[in-house]
């Protein structure tokens, strides 16, 4: 841990803007992007990569922030919207809307199927009034797997819209504009309604007895959390689908450097979230064939669960 915590946030950001600049003049045209006209350079920039950019560092941002409260909520480090099946259910929500309605209204049955699913993989793993986080891993796991194949057979009958639907279940951000970087700006207020909770947080992070003693209304603060972190999830996944494991490893590797005080914590882990995505769309686009980002994180987060899996069975 370190010594001045706070100290992380700006150096973070900066790495951050390192990023982000760099990644705006990285990609398959290498060298060759200077070769253009300069009507050509603008909107390879300006009207392509930038706005991509931005996307991947807010969804970044926002699967990290719930993925932060998600493990402050159950203080495990092994909750977040991907495992718990919140990215799942707004997968499904967003392929529905897609097949049924030509993808009107895709954010609003997006927040559906996040919701839905945070509150059904919830309260099927209460018992006696405590929800066991084993039981909430396992039952995250079964209506992923629950959903998976729902929306199989939405791929299944889909006909011409199968490649949309497929964007979402691996997750890209290809087709990022300017529109969805403003849908993006939801998720940046709905952060800010989170660090407002930070100090609720905290004392969580305790126990629900302490909690309670100190005044916290635990039930509500949690359904409340859950919420905002099923909106989060829902417009993130509207914007680049069903991207996992961010909500996983940043928070985790965060908390090791900052501690479990979510007032630096929380902020911490958006500007890393940002950071992971997008140096991972850029790795993604630079490659001679590109892959959905969502292979990478999937790459990166499976053996860290792995290894969050075995830490724990040996204590």
């Known amino acids: 841990m370190l010594k001045h915590p706070v100290t992380l946030l700006p150096i973070l950001l900066i790495i951050l803007t390192a990023a982000a600049g760099l990644s705006l003049f990285i990609g398959v045209s290498g060298t060759e992007l200077f070769s253009y006209t300069p009507e050509m350079i603008h909107k390879l920039l300006i009207d392509v990569r930038l706005p991509r950019i931005l996307g991947a560092a807010i969804v970044g941002a926002g699967l990290a922030a719930a993925g932060c409260v998600m493990q402050g909520i159950f203080r495990n480090p092994m909750a977040d919207p991907y495992l718990l099946g919140t990215s799942a259910g707004g997968s499904l929500g967003a392929a ?35 929800v066991a ?15 998976s194949a729902i929306l199989s057979f939405l791929i299944y009958s889909a006909g011409s ?18 529109d969805d970087v403003l849908l993006g700006l939801f998720i940046l207020g709905a952060v800010l309604v989170l660090f407002i909770f930070s100090r609720d947080l905290n004392v969580l992070s305790l126990g629900e007895e302490e ?3 100190l005044g916290i209304s635990t039930e509500r603060t949690k359904r409340i959390l859950l919420l905002i972190s099923a909106f989060i999830t829902a417009i993130a996944v509207s914007i680049a689908g069903c991207i996992g494991f961010v909500g996983l490893i940043i928070p985790h590797i965060i908390r090791l450097l900052t501690g479990p005080d979510h007032r630096i914590l929380l902020p911490a882990s958006m500007l890393a979230g940002a950071i ?8 993604s686009r630079s490659l001679p064939t590109e892959l959905p980002v969502g292979i990478i ?5 499976a053996p860290f669960f792995i290894y969050l899996l075995r830490r724990r069975t040996k204590i």
């Open 96 to 130: 529905f809307s897609i097949v049924t309605l030509g993808g009107l209204l895709q954010p609003v049955f997006a927040f559906i199927g996040s919701l839905g699913s945070t509150v059904l993989v919830y309260f099927a793993s209460k018992r006696n009034g405590r």
């Open 133 to 147: 986080v084993e039981t909430l891993l396992l039952t995250g796991i079964a209506v992923s797997l629950l959903f």
């Open 161 to 178: 819209n199968i490649k949309q639907i497929m964007f979402f279940t691996m997750g890209g951000l290809w087709n990022v504009y300017w």
């Open 211 to 213: 909690a309670v003693h």
């Open 276 to 283: 992971l995505l997008v140096l991972a769309d850029t790795l």
């Open 297 to 301: 994180t999937a790459v990166l987060g």
